[in-house]
Each structure stands twice: as C-alpha cells, then as structure tokens.
C-alpha cells in the first residue's frame, strides 16, 4: 500500500461541505444539564472503509498523474474530518504508483480487488490503459469511477463511470469558435496515434474543420512516449496552416507546440486541456503563448462549488489547483457518495448506489449523471499568459495573446 501524503502535509482545517454532501450534526446546543442527563450510549466501533485508486506519480503522465491523486486524497480527507460515512468510519485510500504502464495497472488493479475490503476504485488517466482495466473489474464486479481518460466506449461498461464531463465534449465548441474568431482557410491536426481518447478527439478536429470549409492540409501523427517532437513540428511547418489544431497527450501536446515557436509558427494553435498544469507552463513558459484550450474548471471561475474546491485545495496544498486535481477531488467524491447510497459495505451494493446517483454540485458545474457519464455544454476558453497565469479567451482575434513570434 501507498500512502502518498502524510497527514501532517494536510491542513486539518475542517470546512462545511457545499458540494456532494450535507454538513453533519445538529443545528442546536444541548445545554451543560441536559448533557448530563442524557443516557451514556455505547462507543462506536471502529469502521475502515478502503477505496482503491491507480495514481500515476511517474512517467510522462505524472503531470496529470500527480493532481488527480492529490484531488482524490483531498476529497478523502474532507469526508473523514465530516464523519460523512458515520462516526467511526474511516475512509482509506489504497494504491500504488503505476507509472501509466498498462501491466503495472493491471496488476495493482488485481491486488486491489484481491483485498475483499475494497468496495471501489478511482482510476484511468489513459485511455490506452483504461480499456485493457474493464474485464478485469467486471469479472470482479468492482465500479470503477474514472478521473481522466476521454475514450467515449469506456462508459458503455456496466461498472465504469465518468464522474467528469468528457474533454471531447468541448472539441466541437472551441474548433468552431476558434474557425469563426480566426477565419482561417487552412489547418492541420496533429493527434496522439497510439491512443484512442485522441484519436477519437482529434477525429472531431477534422469533422469540424471539414464541415467549415476549412481546408485540411495534414493529420501529423506523434506517439505517447515520444519525447522528441522536431520531426512532426518540422511536418506542420512545412505545411504553413493558418491554425493548428493539437489532440496529443499533455507530455507531447507540450513538447509539439514549444517545438513549433521554436521553428517560428506564428498562428493561432488550439489545444486541450493538457495544457492546464501549471508544470506544463513551467516547462515550456512564454511558447504557450497564442495558445487556447478549453476547461470545465479553472481557479478563477467564480461558482460556489469551484471557489470551495479551490479554497480547500489552497488551504491544504502549495502549488495552484488544476482541472485534474478538481477530476481526482470529483471522482472520489462520486464513489463515496455511491458507498452512502448503498448503506452497505458490499460491492454490489455500491455498484447499485453509484447507479443510483443522479447528479451532484461539482468545481465542474451542476452535473446531472446520465448514462454513466456527466456531459456538459459548460467550458471556458483560457490561455496562458507571460505571468504563468491562465486568463479567459474572449472568443475573438483580438483577444488572443500575441504569441513569442508576433
């Protein structure tokens, strides 16, 4: 077992749950003399209730990796110091590293279900990886609440839920919005080939660029663990879109777009939401800049839901949040209110409760829960600025930061 963050690292500063749950305890004091004679009741047995995770804290992955574990453990914390399964009740999370490694996930999933005290797990930053994980939870009959991976077929499992409104529901909006802000008469994709969520992503690029009229000069194919993207970059300059459309893993997706300021590319380039750590921008700083991507949450949307996460995060955490520390935080919250639901440590019955939920307040919107999945319409278009801050597109030409070869 992984434990990742001592608790000592954790601010034990206990703040009313505005989202997923109702706070706990009574509105009323008793007074000193009606303490005194109320009964004695027995104490409360001790409870520990384990859900299970797959964190990614290495590779080229750990950019997402690392917040979507950090928002997972947060949202354990918060339940414990709520007593949101009951008195007593202890919520432990379980886990080891994977790397992104498709036969490490499998083989940690199999020891999470091999411990009969499991009753979830919250998994799946890949797609790739993701899919080879399904027949092994439902055999084992175990719901399986993803934080991360877009593949559109992995909500068809009976135990697979997307606690998160999928990034390929923003494809469409933002390529179309950015066609009408910048007119362009040519682009090019470059996509992720050896991963379904891109390609699946990068697909709706092409869709939607042919539906405009908009020419498309080339699909450049990268690779996940790739760590050189001159030769693709070199691919795209030579073709001299007017835009640039980018569906590529974050640890690519990066590399591609620093590449191509580097050779001199001064149009507008459209990414996703790989691009929100703020270690992405520490990598790769002002060449990000003329860059938009869409989010579903970002620390500066002002909803109550967002701005608790945010607060919390802050009051417990040293670096800003992010939109996969807000899906970690969502999808374990999605888990231990399908455990509630069930009122029963038993895994087929958390499967029924997670079933049954129907939606919940999230930092990513009111989410209504509809076919195990939680679609929205609701995303903003950020970029970075020079400062290391993301700041909104407004949707126009104008409105996008000149980039390092303007």
Known sequence: MLIRLARSRWAVALMALTLFAGSCGSDSEETPAAKSEAPVEAPVAATTVKIGYTPILSGGVAF??????????????????????????????????????????IGNLDKLIADEDVL???????????????????????AMIGWGAIAPNLSESPVFWRSFPNGSLSTPLITDDAIAAFGPSTAVV?????????????????????????ELLAVVDTFADDTDMSGPATQVIAENPDIVFTGQLGNTEVLMIAELRDRGYD????????????????????????????????????????????????ANQDVEPDIFAAQGYMAAWMLLNGIKAADSYDRAAVLAGVESLTGANTPEGQLEYIDHEAPTDSFVYVQWSSDGTQTVWDGTSAGLLANVNK
């Open 190 to 214: 470059t996509r992720t080939a050896d991963n379904d969520g891109m390609i699946a992503d990068s697909a709706i690029y092409v869709e939607r660029l042919e539906a405009a009229g908009v």
């Open 267 to 314: 149009g507008p380039i459209v990414g996703n939401l790989a691009l929100a750590p703020q270690s992405i921008f520490e990598q790769a700083g002002d060449t990000l800049l003329g860059t938009v991507f869409p989010l579903a949450y970002f620390p500066g949307n002002p909803a109550s839901a967002s701005q608790h996460f945010t607060e919390l995060w802050n």
């Open 64 to 105: 997402a990796g690392v917040p979507l574990a950090d928002g997972a453990e947060l949202a354990v914390m918060e339940a414990n110091e709520s007593n949101f399964l009951g008195a007593g009740v202890t919520i432990e999370l379980v886990g080891e590293d994977t790397g992104g490694d498709q036969a490490t996930t």
């Open 120 to 142: 979830g797990v919250v998994c799946c930053a890949l797609s790739s990886v993701s899919g080879s994980l399904l027949p092994v939870a439902e055999e084992a009959e175990i």
